[in-house]
């Protein structure tokens, strides 16, 4: 049993939320008949794949005496826990006890295996708790299911809470402070008004008198796993093709910790679409890298308890509605007591 | 198996270090699209005039454009 619904709502609003899919690590991290440890949720997890590329998630955790499976050794569809040898396949069952042959540990399924899919490069893994173990229906992005758009994924490891990663894309107005010195968001007024608008799978937050010029809307959208998509000007240089979007997702690692996915797309076909890839290897991504750079610095500057006292204007709505959806989740996924009921 | 947190890596689209003729070739694009225009034939025109060569030494025409940015973009 890995994720709890006895866990307080308070861990699981700092942990991540359940129940859906989160993105866990660019599929590159694990190779053919390779394995990898990762944290997600606050819980360690080994992912596993087998030499025709088929990959699995487990619980990192031996169903004999719990040590880590990721110390074991890959034995091409099954890892051996390196402690006393017990054998694990990809969908967490237990398929040898070489120290006690027929053992009845042989054939149960102990340990947890999450169901995984690959997207866009990444590898996107269902995390339900105790009482929801079926994945819930995954609606890729658009962006990235459009054959007529070309996309980069850029993957970063950050120092902050998975909220304020997501808060921060909800708040566009950071781009003409923030980014202003930039490739990108130096355009634009300094100032606007916002209003939320709703949609069938999240909602709009965006500038109601200035767009295509600086960051200037984001939609929210839960369509099994959480995302944001957005749209950002790019200068002459970047040649044909329009604006570049980016689809957003985060990973919970733990409280601290989070796992930044940003596929920068551009709907662009032909000659453009070679072009602005080429441009984009040789110089463009530096640039990108620079601008998310801005980011992580201000946000991993912010102290821990930064969305406690707060003074917050009509900019930040689209921020308070994300903490209200988030903690009104966490507040469902909880099955915990509240103290003084105990 | 390496733990490699934080993972904060530049460069994660590339197979190789661009080499000096393609660090050369993305330049003279951006300055053509700042100065010349997005068309095909502006490209075209902005590398020749600039005295941009082909690898093979020639001027560029379409077809070897396209050649060229698929083989370096695809
Ligand atoms: S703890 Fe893994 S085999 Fe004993
Ligand atoms: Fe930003």
Redesign the pocket.
């Known amino acids: 049993m890995t994720l709890s619904t006895r866990d307080t709502a308070d861990h699981i609003y700092a942990h991540g939320l359940r129940n859906q899919w989160h993105p866990v690590v660019p599929s590159h991290f694990v190779e053919p008949g390779g394995m990898r440890k990762v944290t997600a949720l606050g819980e360690n997890w080994l992912l596993f794949r087998k030499a025709d590329g088929g990959l699995s998630m487990l619980a990192d955790r031996c169903p004999h005496r719990g040590a880590p499976l990721s110390l074991g050794k890959h034995l091409g569809d099954r890892v051996a826990c390196w402690y006393h040898g017990v054998e694990v396949d990809g969908t967490g069952t237990v398929t040898s006890v070489p120290g006690l042959p027929g053992c009845n540990l042989e054939g149960k399924t102990l340990v947890t295996s999450l169901p995984v899919r690959e997207v866009g490069g990444a590898i996107l893994a269902y995390f339900g708790d105790e009482e929801h173990p079926d994945p819930v229906e995954l609606t890729l992005p658009g962006p990235l299911a459009d054959e007529e758009i070309s996309a980069f994924l850029c993957y970063a490891e950050w120092e902050v809470p998975w909220r304020f990663a997501m808060e921060?894309?909800l708040d566009p107005m950071?781009?003409a402070f923030?980014?202003s010195e930039s490739h990108t968001?130096f355009a634009g007024d300094t100032t606007a008004k916002f209003r939320i608008r709703e949609t069938e799978r999240g909602y709009f937050f965006e500038k109601t008198d200035q767009r295509g010029v600086n960051?200037d809307w984001v939609e929210l959208c839960h369509t099994g796993v959480d995302w944001v998509d957005l749209s950002i000007p790019y200068p002459p240089s970047a040649g044909p093709g329009g604006p570049f979007g980016i689809v957003g997702m985060a990973c919970p690692v733990d409280a601290g910790r989070t796992g930044v996915f940003f596929w920068r797309y551009r709907r662009v076909s032909d000659w453009q679409r070679d072009t602005w890839r080429f441009l984009y290897k040789t110089l463009i991504e530096a640039r990108h890298w620079e601008?998310?750079e801005?980011?992580r610095v201000i946000l991993e500057s912010m102290p821990a308890d930064a969305d406690q006292r707060e003074n917050l204007y009509q900019h930040d709505l689209g921020v308070v509605r994300l903490r209200r959806l988030y903690q009104a989740q966490a507040g469902r996924q909880s099955k915990a007591q509240p103290v003084s009921a105990r | 198996m390496p733990e490699t947190w934080p993972y904060l890596e530049t460069h994660q689209t590339r197979d190789h270090e661009p080499t000096p003729y393609e660090t050369k070739l993305a330049r003279t694009l951006e300055d053509i699209f700042t100065k010349d225009g997005h068309g095909l034939s502006d490209v075209i025109d902005g590398l020749n005039s600039r005295q941009l060569r082909t690898p093979t030494g020639e001027p560029w025409t379409e077809e070897s454009f396209r050649a060229e940015m698929h083989r370096l973009g695809a």
């Open positions: 921060n894309l950071h781009g923030l980014h968001m960051f601008v998310l801005q980011d």
